[in-house]
Nanobody
């Protein structure tokens, strides 16, 4: 079965950390990335990791979030540190249809995992 399954979301206090996981089955991850969507806001691309391990981060999460991939486990991760209330959103992993992560065309999406940052 071809799918992306996310885990690791939850409730955390401001300044805290969480690590999200995105396990792929039925295909090899390769170029993949993370998005989030908060209520009433547009989906935001956060980070991606290429085939060769190169990474890209949106300014909103740069220096705080780290994307990584374990090829042996076929799993994508997002380590989130120094979390802020404005990071509250549903987080998704996605596999792009092309070699451009931000073109807007995706073959697979995870189901999403809720991250809530609140005291």
């Amino acid at each position: 079965q071809v799918q992306l399954v996310e885990s690791g979301g939850g409730l955390v206090q401001p300044g805290g950390s969480l690590r999200l996981s995105c396990a792929a089955s039925g295909f090899r991850l390769g170029l993949t990335g993370w998005f989030r969507q908060a209520p009433g806001k547009e989906r935001e691309g956060l980070a991606c990791i290429s085939e060769d391990g190169s990474t890209y981060y949106a300014d909103s999460v740069k220096e705080r979030f780290t994307i990584s991939r374990d090829n042996a486990k076929n799993t994508l991760y997002l380590q989130m540190n120094s979390l802020k209330p404005e990071d509250t959103a549903v987080y998704y992993c996605a596999k792009p249809r092309t070699t451009n992560m931000w073109l807007g065309e995706y073959d697979y999406w995870g189901q999403g995992t809720q991250v809530t940052v609140s005291s």
